[in-house]
């Protein structure tokens, strides 16, 4: 069964605030990544992750690996309205192949 | 470009059929991966490949048969569908294990 905690499920936030959203797990990932997914399309790499405890910034965006490789989260900056959409996390699970999703946070932006 | 197809992109199925999902990279990546998404549930992994003639299963691969016979190609059947196999499904490639995954735009399958 699904192994990464996404939260939180859904956000509302107006425009111009800052967004927070973590994936945890009791499981270790080798790997984070982080993706947005649009209406109709294929999820979007936003940032990877490959070391625990790096911080990698990608314009607004900021996520973090855990120390202990059990979690990440992601930063948003001053939110604009094509932030809207769902987020998710992913993991490479220890050592295997498969690379594990979270449940995914939906973003609302309001102006 | 995520340099992957999937074909096709909505597909409508009866129960009990047979159904085939095509997923084509215009790489030569090593990894391919199926996912289904549904509400609540996220992306979960049916299916993966290493490499070409060699697959492994993932978190929800009952019902579901995958095939590499080339490199490029990685294709999904459903031996016979259920409407629980209503789903998106997503097609993925990677380069190794550890690098990040490139998705295409899914196949919308929906069984009546």
């Known amino acids: 069964g699904q192994q990464l905690n996404q939260s939180p499920q859904s956000m509302f936030i107006q425009e111009g605030e800052d967004v927070s959203m973590n994936c945890t797990s009791s499981?270790?990932?080798?790997?984070w990544l982080w993706y947005k997914q649009d209406p109709g399309e294929g999820p979007v790499l936003l940032i990877a992750?490959?070391?625990?405890?790096e911080l990698t910034s990608n314009g607004r965006l900021t996520a973090q690996f855990g120390i202990t490789r059990k979690d990440s989260f992601l930063n948003i900056s001053a939110s604009i309205p094509s932030d809207v959409g769902i987020y998710f996390c992913a993991g490479q699970l220890g050592d295997t192949d498969k690379l594990i999703f979270g449940t995914g946070t939906r973003l609302q932006v309001f102006p | 470009d995520a340099g992957i197809t999937q074909s096709p992109r909505y597909k409508i199925t009866e129960t009990g059929r047979q159904v085939t999902l095509m997923c084509h990279q215009t790489?030569?990546?090593?990894?391919m991966f199926w996912y289904r998404q549904d509400l609540g549930h996220g992306l979960r992994l049916i299916y993966y490949?290493?490499?070409?003639?060699?697959?492994d299963k993932g978190e929800v691969p009952d019902g579901y048969v995958v095939s590499r016979s080339k490199t490029e190609n990685f294709p999904l059947t459903l031996e016979s569908a259920t409407r629980s196999q209503t789903s998106v499904y997503f097609c993925a490639r990677r380069v190794t294990p550890n690098t990040e995954a490139f998705f295409g735009q899914g196949t919308r399958l929906t069984v009546v």
């Open positions: 790489w030569s990546h090593s990894y």
């Open positions: 992750l490959y070391k625990a405890g």
């Open positions: 490949s290493a490499a070409a003639d060699i697959t």
């Open positions: 499981s270790i990932f080798n790997t």
